[in-house]
């Protein structure tokens, strides 16, 4: 079987790595990245390089910095006394993007996952721990996910907290603003009821 | 807003360049190569540019290639008498794959799109006729796709060589192996009834 010749195939390989890229899909960006100019190949290349070696994990917060402490970190203006809990980098980065929220964050970089290997020594709660005390934190906002790990892993965070004698909150799980509720599935909706609040 | 640091909002606008992804699927992907090692981006990152540095267009029939003349032309057990006009490269290897075709093939660059400002000049029929001429050949088969371009530069290509008094074919359309008359749309089961074989 004749196919592409080996520098083609060694980046479809690279792109398939890629998360939702099949063959097909990494066939059609290979073409597209033949069709673009040679500087251009080489930026998109140095690029990469470039993240890789620029970024880094905040000391703080555990989230992705391009300098040892992060934007958000570093922000004196921003209030010390609330702390909101995520299991990743791109969560924070949903936060900051709808904006409102003025507190620091604490990224610990999964969700309890028992089948996977991931326990909580995998996680960051002693750093979440460390915050909290080092910071007078009034204030932790529980931001995982609301499928079964994010929910475990929310339940075990808020236990850690609970001696510690803080306000321990968890984000609202609910109907999307602007969806209607006959496409809102079931367990939405339940959790929409649950969480109704009063006039 | 705060957003990402700037090295990783640069290799998101990369991603988005290639077909298919959007802002959050560039996100995900730069997920996944920042939990790349660093030896991983850099073979990566070579790896796009030596392919770009590679891959030329073959000198015959203008297919991919990372010589001079790809290995499709210069297999001499391949028939000169049989040539298989393509619109692109990915189609030619696509025929490859399928195996069982031992002839040559002339890839077109494209398809009459006169919206697009894509003429007969614009695409390798001159290529085709000297292939034509040069090899003796006789039967140009037309692969080019099924929609009204593909179809215009289809007719196109047969009007060109109807002179020379060679036997010009279209490779056949209709509903796919495998699948059942009922899910395949009415213009394929046109094109099957209109190419009925005799037993």
Not at 26 to 46: C, G, I, N, Q, W
Not at 139 to 154: K, W
Not at 170 to 197: C, H, K, Q
Request: net charge neutral.
């Amino acid at each position: 079987m004749s196919s592409y010749p080996s520098s083609i195939e060694q980046v479809i390989q690279w792109f398939s790595r890629l998360p939702g890229i099949g063959y097909k899909s990494a066939e059609r960006m290979v073409m597209k990245v033949l069709d673009m100019t040679p500087s251009d190949v080489d930026s998109f290349a140095s690029a990469l390089v470039e993240m890789k070696r620029a970024v880094r994990h905040c000391s703080l917060c555990n989230g992705i910095a391009d300098k040892n402490i992060c934007s958000v970190c570093s922000d004196s203006s921003r209030d010390d006394a609330q702390l909101c809990v995520v299991e990743a980098s791109r969560d924070m980065i949903a936060l900051e993007r709808a904006g409102g929220y003025r507190g620091k964050y604490c990224v610990l970089g999964g969700k309890l996952s028992p089948l996977n290997g991931i326990g909580p020594e995998e996680l960051g709660f002693d750093r979440m721990q460390d915050l909290v005390r080092a910071r007078r934190v009034s204030e932790v906002i529980i931001a995982t996910g609301s499928d079964v790990e994010g929910e475990a892993t929310a339940v075990y965070a808020s236990r850690l907290l609970k001696p510690l004698g803080i306000k321990v909150t968890r984000i609202a799980y609910g109907v999307p603003v602007g969806s209607s509720l006959d496409f809102a599935d079931e367990a939405t909706l339940m959790r929409a009821l649950e969480g109704r609040r009063e006039y």
